[in-house]
C-alpha cells in the first residue's frame, strides 16, 4: 500500500526564501556594505551622508537603520568586514607554508601586494581623518579581536617556536619587526602617494628576500644556537 502523499498548505507553497529577523540577513548587510564602501571612497568619511550609502546601496534608509545605528557604526562594521576578507587569505597563505622562511615570504608578498593594490590605504586615510574625534575607530581598524594580519603571523611565528625552527621570545614583537621590514617601505610609499600601484615582482622580492635574511639571522633556531 502506497503511503498517502502530505498534503502541502497554500502558505507552504508560496512560501519563498527563508526569512530572517530584522537586521540579520546577511546578504542585506553585504549590499548595505558595498554601497557604503563605494560611498567612502568616493566621497570620503564626512561627505558622504546616509543618503549617499542609500542610494548606493539601493536600500531605503529605514533598513540601513535596521542594521546600523549610524554611519560611525557602519564605517567601523566595514573596517572589520574588510580586515576579516584578508586575514582569512593570509590565514590561507600560511597554512600552505611548511618551511618557515618560505612562509614568511609568501606572507610578505601577500601583505604587500594587499596594501599597495587595494582600497586599505585609501579607507587607513579615512580613519586617519577623523582619529582625533573618533578614536575608537582607529584602535577597531588595528585590534587583534578579531583576528588580524599580525595575530595571523604571530600564531605562525608560534607554530615554528614549537616546532624548534624559530627561537623567539615576545613572538608579537617578533610580528611587528617583520611586518615592518617586509613591508613597511611600501606602506609609508603608498601612504603619502609616492606609489599607485603593486610594485614590479623584482622589488618585492628584493625587499621581501631581505626581510626574510634579516629575520632568520636574528630568530633562526640554527642561527640562535651559533650565537
Do not use: W
Amino acid at each position: 500500500m502506497k503511503p498517502t502523499p502530505k498534503k502541502v498548505s497554500d502558505s507552504e507553497q508560496q512560501a519563498g526564501p527563508a526569512r530572517f529577523a530584522a537586521g540579520e540577513d546577511p546578504a542585506k548587510r553585504g549590499q548595505i556594505l558595498d554601497g557604503a564602501k563605494r560611498a567612502f571612497m568616493a566621497l570620503g568619511f564626512d561627505a558622504a551622508s546616509m543618503n549617499d550609502i542609500t542610494r548606493e546601496a539601493g536600500v531605503s534608509k529605514g533598513t540601513i537603520y535596521v542594521y546600523f545605528q549610524n554611519k560611525e557604526e557602519l564605517f567601523a562594521a566595514l573596517i572589520e568586514r574588510e580586515k576579516g576578507k584578508f586575514t582569512e587569505v593570509l590565514r590561507g597563505v600560511l597554512a600552505d607554508s611548511d618551511v618557515v622562511d618560505e612562509g614568511l615570504h609568501r606572507f610578505g608578498e601577500a601583505f604587500a601586494r594587499h596594501i599597495t593594490g587595494s582600497d586599505m590605504i585609501p579607507a587607513m586615510r579615512t580613519v586617519l581623518g577623523v582619529v582625533d574625534r573618533m578614536p575608537g575607530l582607529c584602535k577597531r581598524f588595528f585590534a587583534q579581536i578579531p583576528p588580524n594580519a599580525r595575530s595571523v603571523l604571530d600564531d605562525f611565528i608560534k607554530l615554528h617556536v614549537a616546532n624548534g625552527s624559530l627561537r623567539v621570545e615576545d613572538t608579537d614583537l617578533a610580528a611587528r619587526q617583520f611586518i615592518e621590514l617586509s613591508t613597511g617601505t611600501f606602506f609609508k610609499l603608498r601612504l603619502f602617494g609616492d606609489i599607485t600601484q603593486v610594485p614590479p615582482q623584482a622589488e618585492l622580492d628584493r625587499v621581501i628576500s631581505s626581510a626574510v635574511r634579516i629575520f632568520m639571522a636574528g630568530y633562526g633556531a640554527r642561527q640562535a644556537v651559533s650565537a
